[in-house]
Structures are given as C-alpha cells and as structure tokens.
C-alpha cells in the first residue's frame, strides 16, 4: 500500500472528524441533549491520522527513541506517540 499525501491525510482526518461529530449529535438527539452542552472532546483531533491495522497511517517513526521502565521504542516524530502504544492500541 502506498503511503497517501499529507493532503490526502488531512481529507482522511476531516471525513473521520465529521463522522464523530454526526455520531454525536445523533446520540444526543436520542437521548434528547443539548450537543452544544455535552462537550465532547474528539479523539485524536489534530494528530496523526490511524486506521490501523489495515491503515492508511500518519505516523512517522523516526522521532526520538522513547523509554519507559527499560522498555525503548521509537516515537512518531509529528505526535509524539511512542510506536509502543501505538503498537497496543492497534492489537488485534
Ligand atoms: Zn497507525
Ligand atoms: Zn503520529
């Protein structure tokens, strides 16, 4: 799989960032609350876009190495994430 442009990403992000907000404000209007009251916060809002497994994924792993309690990994040098985390968070 080839790795989509930034500007592809960014598209990738605006479609994902409308799909929770309509998810929300649908839940809102079952549960009949007010969305402007409801404060929800958008996961991942201006990181990297991640689809993974399958992808497509943003992140980049050439940042810093990081360590934690003798574990190393790398991170991802546009968002910080050490690849380790990320790693979890994709696991089947
Ligand atoms: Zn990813
Ligand atoms: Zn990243």
């Known amino acids: ?16 960032d409308s799909a929770i907000s309509k998810g929300v404000a649908e839940i809102c209007e079952k549960h009949g609350w007010d969305q402007t009251k409801v404060g929800v916060h958008v996961p991942g809002a201006g990181d990297c876009y991640c689809a993974c497994p399958d992808g ?14 003798g574990m190393v ?20």
Not at 56 to 69: A, K, M, V
């Open 1 to 16: 799989m080839t790795r989509p442009t930034d500007a592809e990403f960014e598209e990738l992000k605006r479609k994902r």
């Open 56 to 69: 497509p994924c943003q992140h980049l792993w050439n940042g810093p190495d990081y360590i934690e309690e």
């Open 73 to 92: 990994s790398v991170t991802c040098s546009r968002c910080k994430t050490p690849a380790i985390y990320h790693d979890m968070r994709c696991a089947p």
